[in-house]
């Protein structure tokens, strides 16, 4: 587990290439918002805060994008994506906790030479799909071992 992951958000979802998201062809903001929603569940999962920048404000208000697991920001109109994701990597007190994913090979060389890891987004969707089949798994595994629970009867002896 990290203790950040920062998110190029519009390359991730450009780089999903199975629909996991989305179709991101006929609907992006749709593929967005379902891409937020695969990291609010899976937040806790992958880091002690995951952060996912998008280009642009479009959107940046809006209720779908709201969560308290996830941090979602858009880059203000005079910056891209990729400087916010740089200088936050640049500013943090322990950039060697964070973990970048992009696949913008500039932006992964920047980042690291501020400390941070990087990920590429293609490994990132596949350490998702891991995490998913892996709670499956222990949800599977919890509802096998569940138990019928007590009832009423079980607290007053049958009458004779």
Known sequence: MYGWIIIDGNNLVHSDREG???DHVADFDGARFGLARVLDE???ELAGKVTVVFDGTVGGKDEAFQSSELQVVFS????????VIERMA???????????VSSDRAER???TAA??????????IELIKECRRTLSRQLAK?????????SLG??????G
């Not at 400390?115 to 990132?124: I, K, P």
């Open 20 to 22: 996991l998201f989305g």
């Open 76 to 83: 203000p109109a005079d910056m891209t994506a990729d400087g």
């Open 90 to 100: 640049a500013q943090a007190q322990d950039p060697g906790s964070i973990l970048v």
């Open 154 to 159: 079980d607290f007053f002896p049958a009458a």
């Open 115 to 124: 400390g941070a890891l990087t990920m590429s987004c293609q490994n990132f």
């Open 142 to 150: 919890r509802a096998k071992r569940r138990t019928p629970g007590q």
């Open 42 to 44: 899976l937040a806790g």
């Open 109 to 111: 060389d920047t980042v």
